[in-house]
T-cell receptor
Framework: AQTVTQSQPEMSVQEAETVTLSCTYD???????LFWYKQPPSRQMILVIR??????QNATENRFSVNFQKAAKSFSLKISDSQLGDAAMYFC???????????????FGGGTRVLVKP | DAGITQSPRYKITETGRQVTLMCHQT?????MFWYRQDLGHGLRLIYY???????DKGEVPDGYVVSRSKTENFPLTLESATRSQTSVYFC????????????????FGEGSWLTVV
């Protein structure tokens, strides 16, 4: 079974600065999908960014980018030019490409709380 | 673009009562999921479905029942609610994994806050 680990329970960043969230995972599969979800106080789960393991290029979405290191099984999220609205819980998640639904669920890390200081 | 909607958004019920949380998606997604999230924790999978009439248990299925007679609906029923089932419940869906572009992304509803007293 896959596991996802987020080693930083909480990170603090000054507004307009950059913060990097760590995520490592354990899998024996060669093809898979990785995600970062944002959960603000409203508890809604919002997709931030997605990475397919077969792609070597790191995904980027505006101020959000990832550093995907497949060999190291590492998937960090960088938030540039942090804004007050970025304050939230961030979850790293893994999804298997297996056809059976049992393998299709998202496996989540424990989350990292991001605090943004004005 | 309605996406995925859950109802009710907020519910307070008494121990022992039956409660049904509804989930409806407008994308014709094949896969649907129910997760629960307890305060300060990540999400745990309760049940999932690969298609209409195909459902299976996740990590924490005890006390829950699901059905999926139509592709777009995936209701979750708590047969006899207990206080330990007080949680935020998320319904989610995704398309076929054969399409690599967006089918692999799981999209979430806004959550249903359930309190069992």
């Amino acid at each position: 079974a896959q596991t996802v680990t987020q080693s930083q329970p909480e990170m603090s960043v000054q507004e307009a600065e950059t913060v990097t969230l760590s995520c490592t995972y354990d899998t024996s599969e060669s093809d898979y999908y990785l995600f970062w979800y944002k959960q603000p106080p409203s508890r809604q789960m919002i997709l931030v960014i997605r990475q397919e393991a077969y792609k070597q290029q790191n995904a980027t979405e505006n101020r959000f980018s990832v550093n995907f290191q497949k060999a190291a099984k590492s998937f960090s999220l960088k938030i540039s030019d942090s804004q007050l609205g970025d304050a939230a819980m961030y979850f790293c998640a893994y999804r298997s490409p297996m056809i059976k639904a049992a393998g299709n669920k998202l496996t989540f890390g424990g989350g990292t709380r991001v605090l943004v200081k004005p | 673009d309605a996406g995925i909607t859950q109802s009710p958004r907020y519910k307070i019920t008494e121990t022992g009562r039956q409660v049904t949380l509804m989930c409806h998606q407008t994308w014709s997604h094949s896969y649907m999921f129910w997760y629960r999230q307890d305060l300060g924790h990540g999400l745990r999978l309760i049940y999932y479905s690969a298609a209409a009439d195909i459902t299976d248990k996740g990590e924490v299925p005890d006390g829950y029942v699901v059905s999926r007679s139509k592709t777009e609906n995936f209701p979750l029923t708590l047969e006899s609610a207990t206080r330990s089932q007080t949680s935020v419940y998320f319904c989610a869906s995704s398309g076929s994994l054969y399409r690599r572009s967006s089918g692999n992304t799981i999209y979430f509803g806004e959550g249903s806050w359930l309190t069992v007293v």
